[in-house]
């Protein structure tokens, strides 16, 4: 059984550390898909997909390489964070055909979220489908408070201590289905415009609008690049197709006298999704050729 893995790490500004993760995923039994950093949001995101094993042996030399080297209590970045693996979810590429393999696959992932957290004493909070019975106002308040927000509080992880890791935070592991991952850049280096964007965006997915069902969105500053972003994870992408929301997204950008630069793919697309993603160029490697529905 295949699955793709698209770990987020508190890191985007060492190009050497970056380039070692890439050496490692391109030699490890594995098909590597993504490996890049962003230096305004200090965010590296890597994917990589393969057999259990070897995805899971994987992951934990990158943890191995990557979270020495990260301490979050000197960490600046637009993006928010709990840990140093910020998140890491899992994806299959084939559906569990039988109960036999569907619970196969969650206590893969168990076993995966345990060895992390014995191995580098980081609490680990099992998410989306691999939950347990927390709720989900739970891991909505981890994520509000972020790292800042976990300090000096008695934590109750599916695995790990009961505090979070003074230098490595905590980490979300679990089961997730298919997500669309975009940034779309704006000439302007005024956030606001991306900020008005994300919150009409919001807005739209909470009074049930269909061309926004599953679309979460982010406006941030990129002073660097003396640009913004409006960060867009489409998580009901058999609903809602992509290139509407990219076409929403230049209009109300005109409108607010801001220019459309460019978009980028953070991660991977299924092949099912290019019909209607026209706007999206992914690299080859980006694309995952089987649609992953389960």
């Known amino acids: 059984m295949k699955v793709l893995a698209v770990p987020q790490w508190s890191f985007g500004r060492d190009r050497r550390l970056l380039a070692d993760c890439r050496d490692a995923m391109l030699s490890a039994p594995v098909d590597t898909h993504y490996c890049e950093s962003d230096i305004d949001h200090n965010r590296s995101v890597t994917a990589f997909s393969g057999e259990l094993e070897d995805v899971k042996d994987l992951l934990l030399a990158l943890a191995g390489m990557i979270l020495p080297g990260i301490d979050l209590n000197r960490h600046v970045g637009v993006h928010p964070r709990l840990g140093a693996l910020d998140v890491c979810p899992f994806t299959p590429l084939e559906s569990p055909k039988t109960k036999l393999r569907l619970q196969k696959f969650k206590e893969w992932i168990e076993t995966v979220g345990r060895s992390f957290a014995e191995e580098f004493g980081v609490p680990v909070f099992l998410y989306e489908r691999s939950e347990r019975g927390r709720s989900e106002s739970e891991i909505a308040n981890l994520r509000n408070g972020g790292f800042g927000g976990l300090l000096d509080k008695d934590l109750q992880p599916d695995f790990g201590p009961a505090a979070l890791h003074p230098h490595s935070g905590v980490t979300l592991m679990g089961w997730r289905d298919f997500v669309i991952t975009l940034n779309v850049n704006l ?61 929403y997204v230049s209009v109300a950008a005109d409108s607010l006298g801001a220019d459309v630069a460019f978009t980028e793919l953070v991660g991977v697309i ?8 026209t706007r999206v160029h992914p690299r080859p490697e980006q694309i995952v050729p089987m649609g992953v529905r389960v």
Request: a negative charge; one cysteine or more; hydrophobic letters at 40%.
């Open 187 to 247: 000439s302007s280096g005024n956030p606001l415009a991306a900020q008005r964007i994300a919150q009409r965006i919001r807005d739209m997915r909470s009074d049930g609008d269909p061309r926004m069902l599953g679309v979460k969105a982010l406006g941030v500053p990129l002073p660097t690049r003396e640009m913004s972003q409006v960060c867009l994870a489409m998580t009901l992408p058999d609903l809602t197709p992509v290139d509407p929301i990219l076409e």
């Open 270 to 277: 299924r092949t099912s999704d290019l019909e209607h993603a």
